[in-house]
């Protein structure tokens, strides 16, 4: 009786949308836009040292790559709604953290951050292969990535401008955000997903699922498109306002370069028919090549510092191109008994390239100036493009037959995130 009562809404929530994904992508969009620029230069002004930034970043991504391993075994003692609110929890943390802006508290901040993102990267993804249908991915990804252009486009010069009118203020929005965030998580009220049973098993241990993803080409095919496109991120994001500071062009210009290259996310919804009008295949190898050659041309034109900064700007267009494509592959291949394993794998590009990229800056910043850092990542992008040509020939095409996928097998994943591994940055 008293059940009439109670809104439908109340005892049956409605199923998580594309739109309800958006929106909560959005709110991390603008936590992490803004804190995206601010951090290296926080970091720089802290430590002085482009090669000790390299080296802190280098550690800080061991830090985030065994956190996103470990979150499929907490997930097995912890229900993964609890873990997405600890990561969300996280985030907040860092952000007030970094407010001090003293060397140990940065490192700190940043490393809370970090763990916050991969966190709740893999349960988010999780939580997509749950609710949204294989065919509806495509429009899930370009979504996700729309609503998040604002945040993506203004956040980065917004951070840099508060931080020198006021430097508390960058990380204070960021904290607003992330509480933003973890609310319309609970308003989505998704629980635990789906297909979640109590296992009578002893937990699995986090590495125990590796060995399934390195016998699987595509996986690995996948993986190391993720990297390599995080890797580019990763040398936008961080060298490039180090580059600016260094050559004279100002404190802000990274940040403002950023913002502009993010602007290029409203043009994600004709990315995506691009990508349906000449395949997956034809996207993934357009954008590899076309950031890799620029990235080769900033390389070669550092003498000419502007014309460096407009190459670099030129390629981020094309690893935008990449954040909506390179990843569909494992989304459409992925089996459901596998989806947070697999997902914590795969979430392991942000941190791998977290990971490889300081630590290559730093051996190259050894024997060459920061600009060959830029030549660096070309040839990463440019021996992805020549990986890419294994992809079937007319992966995602619109009218095209679905591409089989064997049932003991997957492929690549999600794209998530362009800046996915400037995140951690």
């Known amino acids: 009786m008293h059940d009439r009562r109670i809104p439908e809404w109340l005892r049956h929530a409605p199923a998580p949308s594309v739109r309800g994904f958006a929106m909560l992508a959005a709110a991390e969009a603008v936590a992490r836009g803004i804190l995206i620029s601010v951090f290296p230069l926080r970091m720089y002004q802290a430590l002085q040292d482009a090669a000790l930034v390299s080296q802190v970043y280098f550690l800080i991504g061991i830090v985030s790559l065994l956190t996103g391993l470990l979150v499929p075994f907490l997930a097995r003692f912890l ?7 600890s990561g969300a929890s996280c985030f907040i943390a860092g952000s007030l953290l970094a407010i ?3 060397a140990p508290t940065t490192i700190i901040g940043l490393t809370l951050t970090s763990a916050a993102t991969v966190t709740t990267f893999v349960c988010f993804n999780a939580y997509v292969l749950d609710y949204i249908a294989k065919i509806e991915l495509g429009r899930c990804e370009t979504s996700r990535m729309f609503y998040s252009a604002a945040g993506w486009t203004v956040g980065p010069v917004l951070g840099v401008i508060l931080l020198k009118w006021w430097e508390p203020a960058p990380f204070l929005v960021a904290a607003t955000a992330s509480f933003t965030m973890l609310l319309m998580f609970l308003a989505m009220r998704m629980g635990n997903g789906k297909l979640i049973t109590k296992s009578r098993r002893a937990p699995t241990n986090p ?3 590796l060995p399934r993803f390195f016998a699987q080409p595509r996986l690995v095919a996948g993986w190391l498109f993720a990297v390599i496109r995080s890797c580019g991120w990763w040398v936008y994001v961080v060298y490039l306002p180090i580059f600016a500071i260094q050559s004279g062009l100002g404190e802000q210009l990274g940040g403002i370069a950023l913002s502009i290259s993010n602007a290029a996310l409203f043009v994600t919804p004709f990315m995506l028919r691009f990508m349906q009008r000449y395949s997956i295949r034809h996207a993934v190898r ?3 090549f076309m950031s890799g050659l620029l990235f080769g041309s900033a ?9 460096t900064v407009l190459c670099l700007m030129s390629g981020s267009f094309f690893l935008i191109l990449l954040d909506v494509s390179a990843g569909l592959p494992f989304l459409l291949a992925v089996k459901p008994s596998e989806r947070t394993e697999m997902s914590a794998v795969y979430s392991s590009f942000r941190d791998v390239s977290g ?3 300081p630590g290559m800056a730093w051996l190259v910043l050894l024997v060459a100036p ?3 850092i830029f030549g660096a990542g070309a040839t990463a992008l440019l021996g992805a493009w020549a990986l890419s040509g294994t992809l079937p020939s007319r992966l995602g095409k619109t009218g095209s037959r679905p591409v089989p996928v064997p049932e003991p097998t997957g492929a690549d994943v999600l794209p998530l995130d362009a800046k996915e591994a400037s995140s951690g940055a």
């Open 79 to 85: 229900p993964r709604r609890w873990v997405y609110m």
């Open 100 to 102: 001090d802006g003293s």
């Open 207 to 209: 590495l125990g699922f």
């Open 286 to 288: 357009t954008g590899f």
């Open 299 to 307: 390389a070669l034109l550092s003498g000419l510092p502007w014309l």
């Open 355 to 357: 990971i490889l990229t």
């Open 370 to 372: 920061l600009a060959a």
